[in-house]
């Protein structure tokens, strides 16, 4: 299954150059340049490299105390029917539960700042949940995804040794309700996907965000990081972003601005 | 693998045992549809139905390798689709787990004695399925900009 | 020269299927909790989504880099062509398969999904080194058998040192490659240096020849075959030697990291205020598997004394334990550096750990289905010692090497 991850390393290029408008010219052929799907359609034809999926937060606009990013992700994805196992300690549990996304309080050391943002599988470009994992299981889709096959999982958790951002999570116990949209078991690995099933039918939004500008915040937009046109790229184009673990050179496809 | 043998050749001694009775049951081999499901009012299957019962695990894993890693959902191949057609009603109308005793999917896989796993992760009854494209219809809007109306009415 | 006389081990008819009910108990103990953690999930460990390998993975490494240098002491008869060790291989090669076994056991009773075996088996990633292992493991097996055939077949006798070089240089891949598991994790400071490999190559020639003296002990006792003062004094020496290398890398290993001022958190937590990480290495990994063996094989009288070799032999395997425990699970323990510059105040739900140090203590069944790879190493040793010629009737210095005093002159 690896061809399908290769992909994407072709079309590797700096993106915060791209953001600066620098690369136009690696996206310059028209077809490549396209209006967000208008009348939404589930796909018949497998995803390709035209696009890659990103998102940004701008930490300025995320706010104290909300949870919304995360509540939604859990309704989305039936992580909210998660219970904790009888006899399971109520902490330890926590840390058992899946998580795809969750928020993050950060202070400078040295001016006292305090920081919120969401952290969730940044679906980096050279992940290393994909090269370490034994079965290829985890793998890049075409359009910059990184999922896990299930029927591949063996549950061996290198992956989790492997992400830097504890992006992934481990299901510890039985799982007994599920999503049709979202199946999930037992002694697999899993992690956030953008919603996958929603880009899929053609509808390219994710709950996250969704739920942010709901309330209020527009901390997240999500988009098509190859669309130059697009809101993505607009909003990238506003403000210098940066990458968590920028130093590790992962090129993460979720970038963040004021931090 | 070596599960399935046993219980075939359990299932073949108990045959052997019981004789007439038991061949009267085997008989009616695929007559596992329920009448509450949608798929009792249909004709045929996806594909005809000497086919499915056959092959219909070929066509599901292909159709999940396409799903998995072409990101192609709602054909009719695959399992959401089985689910959504072949889950049979409680009287009160609620939907009962297809691999509950005695429903569909685990009363042939029974008779045939061939485990079914699906199940450990997949949905048993078509829950929070609707994000398909016509919900997704309903749902455009401007990538980006805010959405209202909780998308809880739609699942 | 006289020549190697192999008998089967001929313990006591009651002693020895008195041991075998323990080891099988210990098997069986195992299994059971093997199924339960299948059964339930793995929320009945101490296992979370930040400790993600806990006691179980402990107890398999530390079984495979052990059967990795057990198969040392074969190597330096075949390979390095010393004499005196040659009787000792044919043990070597059996204790090698056994603890590899055991250790596979365990790893693979602890995946989410061992019923996927097969998946593992069929479908690879080339790039992933965990994939390279599962070739490394299923080779180092099937050669150390070929390995053992050339020893016990006079066929075969010719073929004993390209084989036996071969195992010895497969060996040194597979601890390499078992080291580089942890080695080539960029997101977790405490693993990511190259030193690491060559670590786990030494300390892998300790514990393969820490329990194979102890298995030697034991079953050279148990049927009264002698064991020469001076094969007594050459394993001994061998063992603090490889000892005081582990002490050695552990030092390079430290300071490499020290010098690298971005580590230098992760070490102050090994180090200083990890708690009973701290404790487990200064006491565990440097002590107990240190100094104290080495002070008990450098004394100039408890060394002369089996019983004190022996219980060398099991501090030394008992700091194994320590040093696996600390390297596995102490740098899962410590947060994955994130936001460099920033103290991380809140990391999802409270219990959700990040940016601060994740809680773990094992849970009995973890521990159970490490003990029982371990009963399975001992009872396949066990069965394989008593129905096959692996156990040379003496090592009684004349029978071993009788002109080993008149060589230097000839
Ligand atoms: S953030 Fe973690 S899980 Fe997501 S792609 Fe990167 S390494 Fe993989
Ligand atoms: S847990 Fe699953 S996805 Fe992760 S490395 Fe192992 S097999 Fe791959």
Redesign the interface.
Known sequence: ??HETESMNQGRRDFLGAAAGVSAAAVAPGMFLHTPVANAAARTEPVTDMHRWGLLVDTSKCADGCTACVDACDTENGLNLQSK?LG?D???????RS?WI?????????TGN??NLP?MCQHCEHP?C???????ASFKRADGIVMVDRH???????C???????A???????VDQKLTRAPRG????ESCTFCVHRLDSGDISTACADACSAEGHQALVFGDLKDPTGPLRQALAKAPSRQ??QD?GLNTGVRYTG? | MATVMMKGVLLASLVATFGMGVVAQAEEVGDYVLPSSKAASLENCVEPTEYMRRNHFELIRHQRDQTVYGGIRGSDHGISGCVSCHVGYDDKGAPVEIDGKGQFCQSCHEYAAVELNCFDCHATVPTGEAWNHEVAAAHAHLPGAAKTGPTSAER | MKRIVYREWLVQPQRYWGLLAILAALVAVGGLSALYMEH?????T?????V??GTPHVFAVFLIIAASGALNVASIGTVFDKKAYKPLARLSGLLAVALLIGGLLVLVLD????D??L??MT???F?????WN?FLYSGFAAIVIGYLWTMAERKGNHLQKPVGTFAFLWRLALTTGTGS?FG?????EAYDAAILAPMFVVMSFAYGLAVYMLVLFYTFDADGRPIGPAMLKRLRNLLGLFVAAILYFTLVYHLTKLYGAKHSDIEAFILINGGLYSAMFWVGWILIGGLLPLGIIYHPELNQQRDWITTACALVIVGGFAAMYVIIVGS?AYP?E??P???????????????RI??YSPSLPEILLGIGGVGIALLITAVGVRVLQFLPESLADRDVDPHASARPAA
């Open positions: 299954m690896n196992p399971d109520k902490l330890k549990w926590q840390n058992q998580t969750r928020k993050v309080k950060l202070q400078d050391n040295l305090v920081t952290l290393p994909v090269d370490v994992c034994p079965t290829g591949t999982c063996i549950g061996c958790r290198y989790m040794m492997a992400c830097p951002y504890k992934r999570s481990f299901i510890h116990e039985q037992k002694g697999c690995v968590i673990r590790l931090l | 339930e999930g793995h929320w009945v101490g296992m979370t989504n930040s993600v390998w995946l989410g999904r061992p996927r075996l998946v593992a479908t690879y990633n790039s992933s080194i965990f994939a599962i598991i080539f994790l960029v997101g977790r899962q994955q994130m936001f510059g920033h103290n991380v105040i809140q990391f999802g739900a409270p219990g959700d750990v990040g940016g994740a809680p």
